[in-house]
T-cell receptor, first 110, second 119 residues
Framework: QKEVEQNSGPLSVPEGAIASLNCTYS??????FFWYRQYSGKSPELIMS????GDKEDGRFTAQLNKASQYVSLLIRDSQPSDSATYLC??????????FGAGTRLFVKA | ETGVTQTPRHLVMGMTNKKSLKCEQHLGHNAMYWYKQSAKKPLELMFVYNFKEQTENNSVPSRFSPECPNSSHLFLHLHTLQPEDSALYLC??????????????????FGAGSRLTVL
């Protein structure tokens, strides 16, 4: 059974701090990794995708991938209250399935 | 507005009712998906259609019946549901589904969801 594991949180950080969200996955042949953000009562929206080992930066967001450790993370710099949401880690391992973790709830305190 | 529209947004039904959820995408995508989201559980993939062909049925009970008449429309027909089927049902689309992972073709765009309550 392919799995994606996340700490459910909640993770609470003060405004302006760095929020660090982590995810591990079980399928070694996984190729594509995604972070989706889901605000309460809304649907998930893609914020980052990463396909190769290392870091990928987009504005205040940095995704990090380590395939040897089967680990992917998301860093949010200068966290804002508007970043408060549930962050879903998703992994595509081939075939037609994208598997999601249960999500980490992030609270950014003003 | 994501380009993926779901109706109805809220649905309450009895266990003996028959109802349908509708999804329409205006993104020119070729793959469409149904996911179930229950509280504190990961999104559960239910069905995948790629170029109108069903490619995944993730052990979903037969009381859920999908229909994909074309690449832009997807339905989920509901019949004799159970209270534990109460959840948020999310439709998503992607450029296509399958092995072309590096092109971003599998990136999902979600609709707003249909909140289903089964009494």
């Amino acid at each position: 059974q392919k799995e994606v594991e996340q700490n459910s949180g909640p993770l609470s950080v003060p405004e302006g701090a760095i929020a660090s969200l982590n995810c591990t996955y079980s399928d070694r042949v996984s190729q594509s990794f995604f972070w989706y953000r889901q605000y309460s009562g809304k649907s998930p929206e893609l914020i980052m995708s990463i396909y190769s080992n290392g870091d990928k930066e987009d504005g205040r967001f940095t995704a990090q991938l380590n395939k040897a450790s089967q680990y992917v993370s998301l860093l949010i710099r200068d966290s804002q209250p508007s970043d408060s949401a549930t962050y879903l880690c998703a992994v595509f391992s081939g075939g037609f399935k994208t598997i999601f973790g249960a999500g980490t709830r992030l609270f950014v305190k003003a | 507005e994501t380009g993926v529209t779901q109706t109805p947004r809220h649905l309450v039904m009895g266990m003996t009712n028959k109802k349908s959820l509708k999804c329409e995408q205006h993104l020119g995508h070729n793959a469409m998906y149904w996911y179930k989201q229950s509280a504190k559980k990961p999104l559960e993939l239910m069905f995948v259609y790629n170029f109108k062909e069903q490619t995944e049925n993730n052990s979903v009970p037969s009381r859920f019946s999908p229909e994909c008449p074309n690449s832009s429309h997807l339905f989920l027909h509901l019949h004799t549901l159970q209270p534990e089927d109460s959840a948020l049902y999310l439709c998503a689309s992607s450029q296509e589904a399958g092995e072309r992972v590096l092109s971003g073709a599998n990136v999902l765009t979600f609709g707003a969801g249909s909140r289903l309550t089964v009494l």
